[in-house]
């Protein structure tokens, strides 16, 4: 390779690095990554699901948007997946959640390959048309140069806070159930990758 080929290919690469922020644009992997919520019924018995298409958004001022497609539900039953749908998320209405908020590059950006950070996030969960704080403790691991994961550390969404609870309390009537729980655990797997 010429010097000339090696100087454009550096000058290239160093442009990249300026114009996102002194670090390479990351995006998500959606085949690493991964958002489930468990439900609860019968106060016993619970059961895990997940959501098929989410997408995250790193901006240069630090700012995220993990936005989440409700209508892609998916609990391995069809049938429930529609009344999710329907029923509780109202989708024609409401077809995304979306959480947003900061998180600094210096809080990752130094962080050796294998070496992993807990973080606290101050952030807000936009669902059913309503916003409300949503606190997150999440693990950042440098799986490689310029590869992260974030592991959200399982917390509880409170489907009252957002609206929910007429929907609760309908999908609880429609599958003759003696209860569905309003307190639902929800932890994300996400890998960032350049």
Not at 31 to 43: C, D, E, Q, R
Not at 67 to 93: A, C, H, M
Request: aromatic letters at 10%.
């Amino acid at each position: 390779m010429g010097f000339d080929m090696k100087v454009s290919r550096w000058l290239v690469f160093m442009l990249g690095v300026f114009l996102t922020g002194n670090a390479l644009a990351l995006e998500l992997d959606k085949s690493a990554s991964s958002i489930h919520f468990i439900s609860m019924k019968k106060n016993t018995v619970g059961e895990i699901h997940k959501f098929d298409k989410f997408s995250f958004e790193l901006e240069d001022n630090d700012q995220f948007k993990l936005k989440i497609e409700l209508v892609t539900v998916n609990t391995g039953i069809p049938v429930r997946d529609q009344r999710l749908r329907d029923v509780l998320f109202e989708t024609v209405r409401f077809p995304q959640a979306i959480v947003s908020g900061k998180i600094s590059k210096s809080q990752y950006n130094q962080l050796a390959t294998g070496q992993s950070k807990t973080i606290k996030l101050d952030t807000h969960l936009y669902l059913h048309g309503i916003k409300q704080a949503l606190p997150l403790v999440i693990e950042v691991l440098k799986q490689s140069d310029q590869s992260y994961r974030i592991i959200g550390k399982p917390f509880l969404l409170d489907a009252k806070l957002f609206g929910l609870s007429n929907g609760v309390a309908k999908l609880t009537e429609i599958a003759k159930l003696p209860s569905i729980s309003s307190s639902i655990p929800v932890y994300f797997d996400l890998t960032l990758r350049p």
